[in-house]
């Protein structure tokens, strides 16, 4: 079984740009997370979908940062524009269910210089 | 918001010591999972832990869940160099809500 994939896996921009990040869950899991770690931390929860629809986008910056999941299966995180402080691993994950055991992806080491 | 605490941050032992962290929730929690972060890596999933006073067992690993579901341990026996790591536990207040993970406690054995 294939697990969670992301790219890119490293991305480095200068602050008042856009990145970009893709994932794609493991076939046919209906829940997808976004996370944010930054350096000496857990992660964060920045959404979380259940197929397309958004459960919770509480702790997402929407003034900078927004998600989509529009087929109900890979996904597009975005920010637009960068700060320093973005400067984090940004992790997927996706769960069959919504209680469910999560499978993170290998992440993207995003740098905002 | 929920507040998901863990200690130690940092626990360095000799190979074949014990190990044990400590997380604790400010609000009461509907279940809770553990997972391990090998340096550079991702999080995998270890456990989760549903019931009131719950322990589970794999090897050399003792999760257990507080009778007030708002606490739990991991506790290692004889650790290997193998579970060098960064142990994370994620807490969720109700069945189907968004998961609070801990800051980790960070595991370094010496051989």
């Known amino acids: 079984e294939a697990g969670v994939a992301q790219s890119p896996r490293y991305k480095i921009i200068e602050k008042r740009q856009s990145v970009a990040f893709w994932c794609n869950p493991i076939s046919g899991h209906a829940t997808l997370y976004w996370y944010q770690q930054i350096l000496g931390q857990g992660p964060k929860l920045l959404i979380q979908f259940q197929n397309n629809g958004v459960v919770d986008d509480s702790q997402l910056p929407k003034d900078r940062f927004s998600a989509e999941r529009l087929k109900g299966v890979d996904s597009t995180l975005k920010i637009q524009p960068a700060k320093l402080e973005d400067s984090a691993v940004y992790l997927c994950a996706s769960s069959s269910g919504l209680a469910g055991e999560q499978f993170f992806g290998p992440g993207t080491r995003l740098t905002v210089l | 918001g929920q507040q998901v605490m863990q200690i130690p941050q940092y626990q360095h032992v000799q190979e074949g010591e014990d190990f044990t962290t400590y997380c604790n929730s400010s609000?009461?929690?509907?279940?809770i999972q553990w997972y391990k972060q090998r340096p550079g890596g991702h999080p995998v999933f270890l456990i989760q832990l549903v019931k009131s006073g719950e322990v589970k067992k794999q090897k050399r690993l003792t999760f257990q869940f507080g009778e007030a579901k708002k606490n739990s341990s991991l506790h290692i026996t004889a650790t290997q160099t193998t579970d060098v790591g960064t142990y994370f536990c994620a807490g969720r207040e109700t069945n189907a809500g968004k998961s609070t993970f801990g800051d980790g406690t960070t595991l370094t054995v010496k051989p």
């Open positions: 609000t009461t929690l509907s279940n």
